[in-house]
């Protein structure tokens, strides 16, 4: 659509009007030079930047479908010779293919080969250094973009089978209904119980569970479980689970290939160089979170990240989306597992912006609805969760979270509870941001109270960064209902304007 518009009114035609309306609304600008005065304004009110280089190709739905489905599959489940062995949640559908379907907050990455995730990373790098040299600014990256996709959801199929397994055993041990951060295991329990599934000797499962692994407490908590799978491959190539509709016996987790096994250590090599120039030039990563179905594999290499980086201080984000059921047990663990290891927890509150496309999809594969019921349900969630982390600031001098937000109930609950904890601005543990165009009216009375706010502020050539604003303008109604508010405040200032005679703002 893009492109034929481009093509009747001419490319500097285009541009000029596109820079005047959408794209001027919601990019900064070309690039690091053409986004300067922006951010110089926005500091001027205490308001800084998050970088997000928002490069996403006009591509027609069909073009997006087969290569979200090419890049999701192996060569051998598409010519139909081999079967994939993960589970409906992790593997591609062709109904969802356009992946950018739906999502109105957030830029979408198809894959296209490996020479172009090369140029991604280029393209990061040059821009964390640039956010280094601006001072302050902040970067913000989607793992999308850096490899195969069909890697991150086969690595996302594991931990989530094993998280199940081990709320299968804790059911076994009446352990029902507490919440993910209470539910423990009894160690002599559990090796009972596999020892009766009758898989290996009682000697090598007492081998797998040791004090090493797991403390001498006797009993195995959800955190350590989860560390279990990387550090004892032993243990997932024995675990097998019978298949209820063929009653054979099958392993627990399906072992990958040399190939994945070499995607996963590229992978986790690119977002080490990534945060090694992010700690050379002192900014923060801000890794976003996507679709439930690529999310555990992006929370579990984002947390690799977090404990090699964040040991002084919390240079990698990670993103909590609280629209999920399961988004209190995340973040809990998280904390948890930061607090016992030692490393700085950091993490991105945001609501979610995938939830048309994750409903749809669950109903159409015939899976749970990972979305909480209600809007009402989804806050409810963010504020349990903020609270929680909130909490955890308070007694932790180095852990911080961005309560990233356009809802003022959220935002004032904040700072209610910034001031109840004693949090103080200052102390700079909680920070806000907001998408650039969006919500000036939370952003600027916030910087300007001395409150650590940013704004996520998207750039790239016109072309590029185009689809992302004019989806943005499209299919987004919450965004009608804040430029309504915004309307609304800005002829309230300009009669106070007139009234007071005051009629240029300066910045304190
Ligand atoms: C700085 C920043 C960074 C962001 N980074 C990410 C990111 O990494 N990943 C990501 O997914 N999103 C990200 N977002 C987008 C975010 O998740 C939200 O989509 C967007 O901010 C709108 O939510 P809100 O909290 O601002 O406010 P609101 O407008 O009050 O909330 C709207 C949100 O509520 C939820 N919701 C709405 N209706 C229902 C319903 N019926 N049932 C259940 N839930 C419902 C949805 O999540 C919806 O987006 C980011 C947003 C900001 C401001």
């Known amino acids: 659509m893009l492109y034929v ?16 309306t959408f794209y001027g609304h919601f990019v900064a600008g070309e690039d690091q030079e053409s986004i300067q005065p922006l951010i110089r304004h926005n500091k001027a009110f205490g ?41 409906k949640q992790y593997q ?5 293919g356009d992946r950018r379907h739906g999502v109105i907050s957030a830029c979408t990455y198809f894959y296209a080969n490996e020479a172009k995730c090369d140029s991604h990373m280029e393209t990061l790098l040059s821009c964390i250094e640039a956010s280094g040299a601006a001072n302050d600014d902040d970067f913000a990256i989607k793992l999308t973009a850096l490899g195969r996709p069909q890697f991150l959801l086969q690595f996302s199929d594991r931990p989530t089978k094993w998280r199940c397994f081990f709320h299968q055993m804790a059911a076994e041990q009446g352990q029902v209904g507490l919440a993910a951060m209470d539910t423990k295991l009894e160690v002599a329990v559990l090796q009972e119980s596999i020892t009766k599934v009758d898989i290996t000797s009682r000697a090598e499962i007492e081998d797998w569970f040791t004090a090493e692994t797991l403390g001498v407490s006797g009993t195995v908590y959800l955190q350590d479980w989860s560390s279990l799978i990387d550090s004892r491959t ?9 298949n209820a509709q063929t009653g054979q016996l099958e392993p627990l987790l399906s ?41 555990p594999a992006i929370s579990h290499l984002t947390q690799e990240m977090q ?28 904390v948890e597992l930061a607090r016992r290891e030692g490393w700085c927890f950091g993490s991105k509150l ?6 048309a496309q994750e409903r749809a999809r669950a109903a159409e594969i015939g899976c749970e609805d990972p979305i909480n019921p209600t809007y009402e349900a989804t806050n409810a969630m963010y504020h349990r969760c903020l609270d929680h982390v909130l909490e955890e600031l308070k007694h932790n001098t180095k852990a911080k979270v961005m309560v990233a937000t356009h809802n003022e109930d959220s935002v004032r609950f904040t700072l209610r509870r910034m001031e109840e904890l004693c949090l103080h601005p200052a102390g700079h543990q909680v920070y806000f941001g907001q998408l650039l165009g969006m919500c000036d009216q939370i952003s600027f009375p916030l910087g300007q109270a001395g409150y650590p706010v940013y704004k996520y502020v998207p750039y790239g050539p016109v072309m590029d960064v185009l689809p992302y604003p004019f989806r943005h303008t499209l299919e987004n109604s919450s965004l009608m209902k804040g430029a309504r508010r915004e309307r609304q405040l800005l002829w309230l200032e300009l009669f106070r304007r007139l009234r007071t005679g005051s009629f240029f703002h300066r910045p304190a």
């Open 307 to 334: 404990r090699r980086f964040n040991v002084e201080r919390p240079l990698i984000f990670s993103t909590h989306q609280c629209y999920l059921k399961d988004a209190y047990d995340n973040v809990t663990l998280d």
């Open 350 to 355: 945001v609501r979610g912006a995938y939830m």
């Open 5 to 20: 518009a481009g093509k009747l009114l001419g490319q500097r035609l285009f541009k000029k009007l596109m820079k005047m």
């Open 234 to 242: 032993k243990l997932s190539k024995h675990l097998v689970v019978p």
């Open 47 to 87: 308001v800084g930047t998050i970088l997000d280089y928002g490069v996403e190709e006009d591509l027609g739905s069909e073009e997006a479908e087969h290569r979200k489905m090419e890049s999701c599959t192996s060569p051998a489940e598409r010519d139909g010779s081999g079967t994939n062995k993960w589970e």
């Open 255 to 295: 072992q990958f290939t040399e190939e994945e096994e070499l995607q996963m250590t590229r992978m986790l090599q690119q977002m080490g160089i990534l945060a090694n120039k992010a700690t050379e030039v002192g900014v923060r990563l801000m890794v976003d979170a996507e679709q439930t179905y690529f999310q």
């Open 92 to 96: 591609a559908h062709w109904a969802f």
